[in-house]
């Protein structure tokens, strides 16, 4: 079955960059889309980045410039890069994917960017 799980990870410092890996299993990484979301304290879950097949990446306008997704399909791994990091960015982030009917998510990881 599909599994999606995101180790966590320290946190990071304004300014500063993190990245986080979200392992695949239970379908073929390679022919799906991928996303991560965010989803900050008394704030809706947002969009952060999507990767396509065929290594085509999508980022909300709000995204941009800061956020890089990435995928390892020999690891069954995709990743996010982040940069810069802002307070604001301190969220708990999640990986998911779309297949046929169905839509997984990862238990997410927490991001806490503080000085």
């Known amino acids: 079955h599909v599994q999606l799980a995101e180790p966590g990870g320290g946190p990071g410092q304004p300014g500063g960059s993190l990245r986080r890996s979200c392992a695949a299993s239970g379908f073929t990484l390679c022919s799906y889309p991928l996303n991560w979301y965010r989803q900050a304290p008394g704030k809706e879950r947002e969009l952060v980045a999507t990767?396509?097949?065929?290594?085509?990446?999508n980022y909300p306008d709000s995204m941009k410039g800061r956020f890089t997704i990435s995928r390892d399909n020999a690891k069954n791994t995709v990743y996010l890069q982040m940069t810069s990091l802002k307070p604001e960015d301190t969220a708990v982030y999640y990986c998911n994917t779309k297949i046929l009917l169905g839509n997984y998510w990862g238990k997410g990881t927490l991001v806490t960017v503080s000085s």
């Open positions: 990767d396509r097949p065929g290594g085509i990446t």
